[in-house]
C-alpha cells in the first residue's frame, strides 16, 4: 500500500511539471515570432530552462498558426553534426591519442607535400576551427581529397583567416574515429547516441527510418515527405544527423552540465579558445569560433554557444546559455534561404537568442 501510495505521489508531480510545461512567457513570444516565418513552415521548438522543460509544435500555414505535437517528428540538424563531430575529436585529445596542437601530417597515412609554409604547419586545430584555409569546394569523397592533399604545396600561413569548411571537418571526423579503429558513424553510437538515451537520432539519411520524417507542402499545396539530402559517408560527419526535438534536448543538457568524468570530451568543446577566432558571419553577435561551437554575445554580454544546420529543405539551430541554464533546439522544415532576414540573419536564429534573453 505505501509503494501504492509513493507511485501515486510521483506520478501527481510528474502531471505537475507536466502541467507546467507551456510557459506562458515562452509560449506567447514563440507563437508572435512564428507569423513571420514563411507559408507552410512547420517548427518544432524544445527548452530547457533549469530544471523545467518544454516542448512546442506548430504548422503556419494560409496565415493561420496550428498547434502540432511533433517533438518525436524527424528533422536534418545539418551543420550541428559538426558539434558532435568535435566531440568525437575532443574524446581522442582528452584520451592522449591526438593533440589539437598536432600538425595534420601526423595522422595522415599519406605524405602531404609540403605542409609548412613560413615555419607554420597545418594543424589538427586549424581545421576544426575552419582557419586552415584548405580547399571547401566542391564537396567530395575521401579518395578525392587525398589526393588533393597529396599535392598541396602550402603557400600560406594557416590559421590567419575564418572561412567555413566542410571538407576539413569532415576529415577530422575521419581521422580522430580511426584512432579507435572505428567510423564516424559507429563511434556517435557508442560514445555518444547511445550513452545519451538519444535512440531516434541517425547519422545518416539511410539508416533513418521513412516514417515519422517531418513533411513539406509542394507547390501544388501537397503534403508529402520533406526531402532528405544525401551525402556521401565522409561528409555525414558535416551534416550528416537526423534527429527530433525529445533527443536534441538530451544533447542540449549533457552540454549544460558541469563536466563529469565519462563525458567531459562533450562539455570540452565550448572552450572559446581566448574568443581570438572571429567569424564574420555574425558581427551583429560578435561572434568567435570556439572547438565546433560557435560563442555569440548579447548586447547584455552574455555568452550564448551555439551553432546552426542548413539544409536544402530544412533549417535547425541550437544554442544554450550556461550562466542562464537555459537552452533552446528549433527544426523547421523550411530552407535558410527563405529564413533570412534583412539583416542576413535566420529567422531560426534570432528566435533562439531571444528565447534566451527572455526574463
Keep these: 500500500m505505501k509503494s501504492l501510495f509513493l507511485l501515486a505521489f510521483a506520478t501527481t508531480l510528474f502531471v505537475f511539471h507536466q502541467a507546467k510545461s507551456q510557459a506562458p512567457q515562452f509560449q506567447s513570444f514563440i507563437e508572435s515570432k512564428l507569423i513571420s516565418f514563411p507559408n507552410n513552415t512547420e517548427v518544432a521548438v524544445g527548452i530547457i530552462d533549469g530544471v523545467d522543460t518544454y516542448k512546442y509544435g506548430y504548422r503556419f500555414e494560409n496565415g493561420k498558426l496550428t498547434s502540432v505535437k511533433n517533438e518525436t517528428t524527424l528533422f536534418e540538424i545539418g551543420s550541428i553534426t559538426k558539434v558532435f563531430t568535435a566531440s568525437l575529436l575532443m574524446k581522442e585529445v582528452k584520451e592522449t591519442k591526438m593533440a589539437l596542437r598536432d600538425p595534420l601530417q601526423k595522422h595522415l597515412p599519406f605524405k602531404i607535400k609540403k605542409d609548412v609554409y613560413q615555419n607554420d604547419t597545418l594543424k589538427i586545430l586549424h581545421l576544426i576551427t575552419h582557419i586552415s584555409g584548405l580547399k571547401k569546394n566542391p564537396l567530395m569523397g575521401y579518395k578525392r581529397y587525398s589526393r588533393y592533399l597529396k599535392r598541396l604545396e602550402l603557400n600560406y600561413v594557416p590559421g590567419k583567416k575564418w572561412e567555413y569548411n566542410n571538407l576539413a571537418v569532415a576529415l577530422i571526423g575521419k581521422l580522430a574515429t580511426e584512432k579507435d579503429e572505428t567510423s564516424w558513424d559507429i563511434s556517435l553510437k557508442e560514445n555518444i547516441l547511445k550513452p545519451l538515451g538519444m535512440n531516434s537520432t541517425y547519422s545518416n539519411v539511410k539508416e533513418a527510418p521513412k516514417t515519422n520524417r517531418v513533411q513539406c507542402v509542394n507547390k501544388n499545396g501537397e503534403r508529402g515527405d520533406c526531402y532528405f539530402h544525401k551525402m556521401g559517408s565522409f561528409q555525414w560527419a558535416t551534416g550528416g544527423m537526423i534527429s ?23 562539455q570540452v568543446t565550448q572552450n572559446p579558445l581566448g574568443d581570438t577566432i572571429s567569424i564574420p558571419w555574425f558581427t551583429k553577435y560578435k561572434a568567435t569560433q570556439g ?47 527563405i529564413l533570412m532576414n534583412d539583416e542576413k540573419i535566420m529567422k531560426t536564429t534570432e528566435l533562439a537568442i531571444s528565447v534566451l534573453g527572455l526574463p
Aim: glycine share 8%; proline share 1%; net charge neutral.
Design 244 to 266: 527530433n526535438v525529445d533527443d536534441m534536448l538530451k544533447w542540449i543538457k549533457v552540454n549544460l552540465e558541469n563536466e563529469n568524468s565519462d563525458l567531459s570530451f562533450i
Design 291 to 337: 572547438i565546433g561551437w560557435w560563442h555569440y554575445r548579447t548586447e547584455t554580454n552574455n555568452r550564448i554557444i551555439c551553432h546552426g544546420g542548413n539544409m536544402p529543405a530544412q533549417t535547425s539551430f541550437i544554442a544554450f546559455d550556461k550562466d542562464k541554464q537555459r537552452g533552446i533546439i528549433i527544426l523547421t522544415n523550411a530552407s535558410g534561404k
